[in-house]
């Protein structure tokens, strides 16, 4: 006896008969005719023109509706009122099946997500019908970060972080027309998608450092600019998307602000420009690869030279000696180009660099929360082998993605149900 086979033989019987029960159902119930007429978006009446059947696709199987259908003689636009009360307006897609392919779609490949739906859940829905709901529900995601910016009063731990960071994400050549890179011959193979987190760090480990505190971690990303023109009148978008996730989790009114970054001058300028009074700090463990680096490049990757020259910058780090390292690389200088720009990223970020008062005050001084978020929310789904995106899909993916982790999945479910 073939246990398995039992098993799924039956489950597909099933879904027949539960796909049949329902529309018999739908189809019994004649509550959308309400009349001869209706009034149309446009303004004018509508009439009745019979009953339309259409295919469904459910988490049940497929099902054909009969829905009672109206037309506009004036606009020539027909619809049919119970598609909108069903939620199938404009889709194919039954809403716990287009739930089901939003979920798969962002968090693997759309190919895997058919299969996965196949396997688990008993339904086909072939590759290009998970990628075209999936990416546009992210769209729908999208919008429902714009508009969902209040943190409803909710309490603010102590001190709250805001870590800022970009990845860049395989494009498809034509979203690459123009624009500079790091390949052979000048052009470039990716965008890259900028994210920002917020997090709380409350509790300790068993050394009395500070400790991402659970689900306290949200995240926001998306391909698109970080800088504000000086004569523009209103902020860049990921300046706007940034003060966003801030407001949301009352980043102001926390009682200390912290932003953290791996160095780059945008991350500081966009700081300056929305969070002034917060406090800067370099993650230490990029600082600390930036002197690695260094090492490396004076002395040889495999040099026990370049191991103990490394070693000791990270002890002076660690004790706040800015002016040795800046001494020690400045006899560098000189003839290497990776300790002369090292330089500048040190004496540039002193301040920000400041390990052992950050420490005196508690704070964290590691973005490890940032570069988790860059791989979580963006690189593991985004950045496979063979994967090339453009910027409408790579963005709507990101907006699932960061909805999900951010566990605001359900409040975007409902958003969408009534908006």
């Known amino acids: 006896m073939d246990f398995e086979a039992i098993e799924m033989a039956t489950r597909s019987a099933a879904l027949r008969l539960a796909a049949s029960a329902v529309e018999a159902r739908l189809n019994a119930d004649l509550s959308d005719h309400v009349g001869p007429a209706l009034l149309c978006a446009c303004g004018e009446e509508a009439r009745y023109a019979g009953r339309r059947l259409r295919t469904v696709r459910t988490v049940l199987g497929e099902i054909r509706l009969e829905r009672a259908y109206y037309h506009c003689a004036h606009c020539e636009e027909g619809y049919c009122p119970r598609d909108r009360a069903l939620g199938i307006v404009g889709g194919a897609l039954s809403p716990a099946l287009l739930r089901m392919a939003g979920t798969v ?93 917020v997090w709380s760090a409350e509790g300790r480990d068993d050394e009395g450092h500070p400790e991402r505190d659970e689900g306290s971690v949200t995240y926001t990303a998306a391909i698109e600019s970080v800088e504000t023109k000086a004569t523009a009148t209103e902020l860049a978008p990921f300046a706007q998307r940034v003060e966003r996730e801030a407001a949301r989790r009352g980043f102001n009114r926390a009682r200390r602000q912290v932003v953290m970054g791996d160095g780059a001058f945008w991350i500081w300028n966009l700081c300056a420009e929305l969070f002034p009074s917060a406090i800067q700090i370099v993650d230490r463990y990029h600082a600390k690869e930036h002197m690695s680096d260094v090492g490396k490049a004076i002395f ?36 290497n180009e990776e300790a002369r720009k090292c330089v500048g990223y040190v004496d540039a970020n002193r301040s920000r660099m400041d390990y052992p008062r950050f420490e005196k005050l508690e704070l964290s001084t590691g973005s490890g929360v940032v570069e988790a978020g860059c791989k ?14 453009t910027v409408r899909g790579a963005n709507a993916i990101l907006a699932l993605r960061c909805t999900r982790l951010s566990g605001r999945w359900e409040d975007f479910w409902e958003w969408r149900a009534t908006g």
């Not at 979580?376 to 995106?389: N, Q, S």
């Open 376 to 389: 979580t929310a963006a690189c593991v789904r985004l950045k496979r082998a063979g994967m090339h995106w």
């Open 300 to 335: 040889g990757a495999t040099s026990d030279l370049a191991k103990a020259w490394t070693r000791q910058r990270w002890e002076e780090l660690d004790r706040g000696e800015i002016d040795l390292i800046l001494a020690a690389l400045g006899a560098h200088a000189t003839t």
């Open 105 to 197: 779609g962002s968090m693997v490949s759309f190919a895997e997500g058919s299969a996965l739906l196949r396997e688990l859940a008993g339904v086909e829905v072939p590759e290009k019908e998970v990628e075209r709901n999936a990416e546009k529900l992210g769209e729908r995601a999208a919008r429902f970060e714009q508009e969902s910016v209040s943190d409803e009063g909710r309490e603010v731990p102590g001190t709250l972080y805001l870590g800022m960071d970009g990845t860049g994400l395989p494009m498809r050549k034509e979203e690459l027309a123009g624009r500079a890179g790091k390949q052979a011959d000048g052009t470039s193979r990716t965008r890259e998608a900028k994210l920002c987190v």
